[in-house]
């Protein structure tokens, strides 16, 4: 994987033709800098896991007095409330401009800085969409036995202007992998460990914060497709990229520690990628794009004067230039003529009605099938 630097990739002028040369890299150096070096409305979605700024005081020691291996690391440590803030405005800054106008932000924390964060949202225009809770089976302990054992962190999703009505969210394949009940905002997973806590020669942690890929993997589902583009402002060891691509996602992420860098490019280049086919979520007529019956008169898919008739050809109506169908001297929609013919409140006119198209007798939502997939091609 190339790993490149802020200045390198302003130099890279990639023809129109041919993908970015940032898409699927890792760029090293600080999250604003680099992100400045990224076109505008470029990403499609953002999953952030800053700095938490724990405020640890000393060491934490278990009751057998051995040392917790906790994240005391200088990435996490700021000397102000403020000099956090600023800093989160600027990364948050940075992230709206190369996020594309129907995307979406996660951002992960702890009661620590979530708090802040999401004040920081708010002021910046973004929509939040949703808080979830992730509730961790194996939570650290507390130790010292003065406050409740923090079991869970919460991660803000929103969008990145209020009006930002076309996001994506995958509501009907969550609610299949949740045993066809709707996804709920407190998700249950264990942190991250075993084969999946990557460790290094001194068999410590090589990251004291790695998040479990099932999470990202629910993100991921949740809020985009096979292909478009998620931004990892702070890699760390590479869960997101690792996931996107097992998810036929394309990433790319920022990082400034090497050892980083070097411990998530191993990982993610040992990813096999998913096929095509298992990467199909389950999704609903609402989750497709809305077609006027009109549009299938226009583009020739039916033509004026066209008969239709119910699946059992008790009724024929005419099918009119505005798009109306005319019985019995009267013209409705397709699906208030449905309702009327039939003595009904409510009709759907793309089932109800059909037409022989010489190869068969089918229902017109066939039509509107063919021709959203003729606007998928044309897209």
Same mark, same amino acid.
């Given at each position: 994987?190339? &790993?490149?630097?802020?200045?390198?990739? !302003?130099?890279?002028?990639?023809?129109?033709?041919?993908k970015p040369a940032w898409l699927?890299?890792?760029?090293?150096?600080?999250?604003?800098?680099?992100?400045?070096?990224?076109?505008?409305?470029?990403?499609?979605?953002?999953?952030?896991?800053?700095?938490?700024?724990?405020?640890?005081?000393?060491?934490?020691?278990?009751?057998?007095?051995?040392?917790?291996?906790?994240?005391?690391?200088?990435?996490?440590?700021?000397?102000?409330?403020?000099?956090?803030?600023?800093?989160?405005?600027?990364?948050?800054?940075?992230?709206? !401009?190369?996020?594309?106008?129907? /995307?979406?932000?996660?951002?992960? /924390?702890?009661?620590?800085?979530?708090?802040?964060?999401?004040? &920081?949202?708010?002021?910046?225009?973004?929509?939040?969409?949703?808080?979830?809770?992730?509730?961790?089976?194996?939570?650290?302990?507390?130790?010292?036995?003065?406050?409740?054992?923090?079991?869970?962190?919460?991660? &803000?999703?929103?969008?990145?202007?209020?009006?930002?009505?076309?996001?994506?969210?995958?509501?009907?394949?969550?609610?299949?992998?949740?045993?066809?009940?709707?996804? !709920?905002?407190?998700?249950?997973?264990?942190?991250?460990n075993g084969g999946e806590r990557?460790?290094?020669?001194?068999?410590?942690?090589?990251?004291?914060?790695?998040? $479990?890929?099932?999470? %990202?993997?629910?993100?991921?589902?949740?809020?985009?497709?096979?292909?478009?583009?998620?931004?990892? $402002?702070?890699?760390?060891?590479?869960?997101?990229?690792?996931?996107?691509?097992? %998810?036929?996602?394309?990433?790319?992420?920022?990082?400034?520690?090497?050892?980083?860098?070097?411990?998530?490019?191993?990982?993610?280049?040992?990813?096999?990628?998913?096929?095509?086919?298992?990467?199909?979520?389950?999704?609903?007529?609402?989750?497709e794009p809305r077609v006027p019956?009109?549009?299938?008169?226009?583009?020739? %898919?039916?033509?004026?004067?066209?008969?239709?008739?119910?699946?059992?050809?008790?009724?024929?109506?005419?099918?009119?230039?505005?798009?109306?169908?005319?019985?019995? /001297?009267?013209?409705?929609?397709?699906?208030?003529?449905?309702?009327?013919?039939?003595?009904?409140?409510?009709?759907?006119?793309?089932?109800?009605?059909? &037409?022989?198209?010489?190869?068969?007798?089918?229902?017109?939502?066939?039509?509107?099938?063919?021709?959203?997939?003729?606007? /998928?091609?044309?897209?």
């Amino acid at each position: 994987m190339h &790993i490149f630097s802020p200045a390198e990739l !302003r130099s890279k002028s990639p023809a129109i033709s041919k993908k970015p040369a940032w898409l699927n890299t890792i760029i090293k150096g600080d999250c604003v800098a680099a992100l400045e070096a990224l076109p505008a409305n470029s990403v499609d979605a953002v999953f952030a896991d800053p700095p938490y700024n724990l405020q640890l005081g000393g060491e934490l020691q278990r009751p057998d007095q051995s040392v917790v291996d906790a994240c005391d690391d200088h990435w996490d440590q700021f000397d102000t409330f403020k000099a956090y803030d600023d800093f989160t405005r600027a990364w948050l800054l940075a992230v709206r !401009r190369v996020l594309k106008p129907n /995307g979406t932000i996660w951002v992960i /924390g702890s009661y620590h800085n979530i708090f802040r964060v999401g004040t &920081i949202l708010q002021d910046l225009q973004f929509w939040i969409l949703n808080d979830v809770v992730w509730r961790k089976t194996n939570p650290m302990p507390n130790f010292r036995g003065r406050r409740f054992t923090n079991a869970h962190e919460t991660m &803000i999703w929103a969008s990145r202007d209020e009006n930002a009505k076309a996001y994506t969210f995958n509501y009907d394949a969550l609610k299949m992998a949740n045993d066809d009940v709707q996804m !709920r905002s407190d998700w249950v997973f264990p942190i991250c460990n075993g084969g999946e806590r990557l460790k290094g020669e001194d068999g410590k942690k090589v990251h004291p914060t790695q998040k $479990p890929e099932a999470l %990202l993997q629910r993100v991921l589902m949740a809020s985009t497709k096979p292909g478009d583009v998620v931004l990892d $402002p702070f890699f760390g060891t590479g869960t997101t990229g690792a996931v996107a691509k097992r %998810l036929g996602r394309n990433f790319v992420g920022i990082e400034r520690e090497q050892d980083y860098i070097d411990a998530a490019s191993a990982r993610i280049d040992q990813v096999v990628p998913a096929r095509a086919a298992e990467l199909v979520v389950t999704s609903s007529k609402r989750a497709e794009p809305r077609v006027p019956f009109g549009a299938i008169i226009e583009t020739g %898919l039916l033509k004026v004067g066209n008969v239709l008739q119910d699946s059992k050809k008790r009724w024929q109506a005419v099918v009119r230039l505005d798009g109306s169908l005319e019985y019995q /001297g009267e013209a409705a929609s397709i699906h208030r003529m449905g309702a009327k013919v039939q003595g009904l409140d409510a009709c759907n006119g793309w089932t109800f009605w059909h &037409i022989d198209t010489g190869n068969g007798f089918e229902a017109i939502d066939e039509l509107r099938k063919q021709y959203r997939k003729n606007l /998928g091609e044309a897209a």
